[in-house]
């Protein structure tokens, strides 16, 4: 499958702890997007990348958030000192940059439960 | 600004019928519109794209769009319902004057009676 990848499908954590999520996109995608969806929702902007650049932060990425995609091809998303209303399915998606709006590919995403 | 507003938050059919999700947009540019489909626990699924060419756009699994500028709208159809077609379903619009960004509506879960 060539898709794009998340690991883990699921996590389940206490409150206060940190989490690391990881995506892998379509191998020939150069843009990298991080949404968030919780239930009930359509998914929700985060960040992106373009290569290895984070071009765009949404207001949504507190600063206990943080983003990498440090070699233009993966990329990890943590969530520093979790609180409740952290709970949300991630989803990451790739695309290709070039003439015209190419779609956005995803994954299943990482669903995530604070307790 | 961009903006998509999807009508029905739920629709149900009966299997065998045809199956409307309504969609309409409000963009300071041409857009672009997509349908993605997304079925539990799962990711999102591209249905179809309208990028300015046809205005009515075929999709896969039997779904089709049309792009009506004078309503702004972007309704997905099609003939006949199956039972797998129940999921959710997203209208989405991306502004041409930037291409790396996309909004989403609030979805529309689809229901199929037997």
């Known amino acids: 499958d060539t898709g794009v990848s998340q690991d883990p499908r699921h996590k389940i954590t206490k409150r206060g702890q940190n989490v690391t999520f990881r995506c892998d996109p379509i191998?020939?995608?150069?843009?990298l997007y991080w949404y968030r969806q919780t239930l009930g929702q359509g998914p929700e902007f985060l960040t992106y990348?373009?290569?290895?650049?984070?071009?765009?932060k949404s207001r949504l990425l507190s600063d206990r958030f943080s983003a990498e995609r440090p070699k233009g091809s993966f990329s990890t998303l943590e969530i520093q000192r979790t609180e409740q209303g952290d709970s949300a399915m991630y989803l990451c998606?790739?695309?290709?940059?070039?003439?015209?709006?190419?779609?956005?590919?995803f994954g299943d995403g990482t669903r995530l439960s604070i307790l | 600004a961009q903006s998509v507003t999807q009508l029905d938050s739920h629709v149900s059919v009966s299997e065998g019928t045809p199956v409307l999700l309504r969609c309409n947009y409000s963009?300071?540019?041409?857009?672009?519109l997509f349908w993605y489909v997304q079925h539990p626990n799962k990711g999102l699924q591209l249905l179809l794209k309208?990028?300015?060419?046809?205005?009515l756009v075929k999709g896969i699994n039997g779904f089709e769009a049309e792009f009506k500028k004078s309503e702004t709208s972007f309704h997905l159809t099609k003939p006949s319902a199956h039972m797998s077609d129940a999921a959710e379903y997203f209208c989405?619009?991306?502004?041409?004057?930037?291409?790396?960004?996309?909004?989403f509506g609030k979805g529309t879960r689809l229901h199929i009676l037997p």
């Open positions: 998606a790739s695309s290709l940059a070039g003439i015209g709006n190419q779609p956005q590919h």
């Open positions: 191998s020939e995608h150069n843009r």
């Open positions: 990348f373009q290569n290895e650049a984070q071009l765009e």
């Open positions: 963009s300071s540019y041409s857009p672009s």
């Open positions: 309208y990028t300015s060419a046809a205005t």
């Open positions: 989405v619009v991306s502004d041409r004057g930037r291409d790396d960004k996309i909004i």
